[in-house]
């Protein structure tokens, strides 16, 4: 009798998500093939095959059953063409759409999912008419390309159209009118080969420079209206696009509740790195689950988390280790000025506790920013 799990995973990308999964992945009996496209494999664990030029795709596909994908920056017709041999989970189409801000941005529209004001433009004089037309501040993004802050530009006067046009070098952008949001949050949900939705509590993200530094959940100020709102838009997306695996929505609540969307990434997702250790099944695990076609597990969370990104330089691992009920899952990378090289998952039994631990772990880690939270209106 077939135990329904499909052993051999292949995954595109061969990074820290990569890494995270096949660790999920292995109790279920898994084996782990990444096909790197980079030249640069970090995974460091599974069987890595690097092939930068395409040369070696028939090799990755005789050893897989089922394939994923840990990096949407990989060329479609890669993804369109393994899709001819192996079942592919999520579909390109998934892909094509998250590559592309304009395609992102007309299906959100499309869907009913608000998103903060924008305009597409293709000259340095359309964005100075665009950020006259949105009112400055406004940030430009790369159509394509461009994640943890890379290609964009704030500009807080039209007058610097130009600096911003060159100094993001894309031949088409997007102009989105600044959001006076009271915080940035996301959704993580899984959609699984049969249709079923699983939804984890929503977290509140903090970024500096365009890098996540801290997600924090379950909240305790978020009204159930504005958590099923979110589940409402994830929903709507994953069936359009007839997904199946992880989904991360990332969305601005402003100060009358309402959410707008920003991005979504189709892929286990940084701000999701907290369901590691603080929910019942991780974004890992119920990722794989769904891209095999197993039931999907519980997201319940356990207890109020933080997960604490180490950024560029490590700091006292022993001394955040002796903090209670904390944990740490390092990528195995050397250290380099803006690079993701660790995550800190905190849990405490209240947010309280959790705010004074996470500061603990803040003062360990150099150049870490302050926790811009307090709770202390729902204490």
């Given at each position: ?13 061969a ?7 096949a660790?999920?992945g292995y109790?279920?009996?898994?084996r782990f ?5 980079t ?10 095959i690097?092939?930068p ?10 050893k ?6 840990e ?6 017709a890669l ?9 592919v ?10 590559q ?6 007309a ?9 903060p004001?924008?305009?597409?433009v ?9 950020a006259n037309?949105?009112?400055c ?13 890379k ?18 070098g894309?031949?088409?952008?997007i ?7 009271v915080?940035?949050?996301s ?9 079923s939705?699983?939804f984890?509590?929503m ?20 009204a ?5 709102t979110a589940?409402?838009?994830?929903r709507m997306l994953?069936?359009e ?5 992880v989904m991360?929505?990332?969305?601005f ?7 707008l ?25 119920n ?6 076609g197993?039931?999907?597990?519980s ?7 933080c ?19 904390t ?14 090289l660790?995550?800190?998952?905190v849990?405490?039994d209240?947010h ?5 631990k ?14 811009a939270?307090?709770f202390?209106s729902?204490?």
């Amino acid at each position: 009798m077939s135990s329904g799990i499909s052993k051999n995973i292949g995954v595109l990308g061969a990074g820290q998500l990569g890494r995270m999964l096949a660790l999920a992945g292995y109790p279920l009996g898994n084996r782990f093939t990444f096909l790197d496209t980079t030249g640069n494999p970090s995974a460091g664990i599974g069987d890595v095959i690097v092939d930068p030029n395409n040369q070696h795709l028939a090799e990755f596909l005789d050893k897989v059953d089922v394939v994923t994908y840990e990096f949407e920056h990989l060329p479609v017709a890669l993804v369109e063409q393994i899709e001819q041999h192996k079942p592919v989970y999520p579909g390109s189409r998934a892909i094509a759409v998250c590559q592309n801000r304009v395609e992102e941005k007309a299906l959100f529209d499309r869907l009913g999912i608000p998103t903060p004001a924008y305009r597409i433009v293709e000259s340095a004089e359309q964005l100075e008419a665009a950020a006259n037309e949105l009112g400055c501040p406004v940030v430009a993004k790369s159509v394509t390309e461009g994640y943890d802050g890379k290609g964009q530009a704030v500009l807080k006067a039209p007058e610097q159209a130009k600096e911003a046009w060159n100094s993001i070098g894309h031949p088409q952008l997007i102009v989105e009118a600044f959001v006076d949001f009271v915080r940035e949050v996301s959704m993580i949900a899984v959609r699984g080969r049969d249709g079923s939705v699983v939804f984890y509590p929503m977290a509140e993200n903090q970024h500096v420079g365009g890098i996540l530094r801290y997600s924090v959940a379950p909240l305790p100020d978020l009204a159930a209206s504005v958590q099923e709102t979110a589940d409402s838009y994830i929903r709507m997306l994953l069936d359009e696009l007839d997904y199946v695996g992880v989904m991360a929505l990332e969305l601005f609540q402003t100060r009358d509740g309402s959410l707008l969307a920003n991005e979504m990434a189709p892929r286990v997702h940084n701000s999701g790195h907290w369901t590691m250790d603080g929910a019942a099944t991780s974004q890992f695990e119920n990722h794989l689950r769904a891209v095999q076609g197993l039931p999907l597990g519980s997201t319940q969370a356990i207890a109020p988390t933080c997960m604490v990104n180490v950024i560029g330089q490590e700091g006292d691992n022993a001394a955040m280790l002796a903090i209670g009920n904390t944990h740490m899952h390092r990528y195995d990378k050397e250290e380099r000025a803006g690079r993701k090289l660790a995550h800190v998952n905190v849990i405490a039994d209240t947010h309280a506790e959790l705010l004074e631990k996470v500061r603990a772990c803040q003062a360990l880690l150099p150049d870490a920013p302050p926790v811009a939270w307090s709770f202390e209106s729902s204490l």
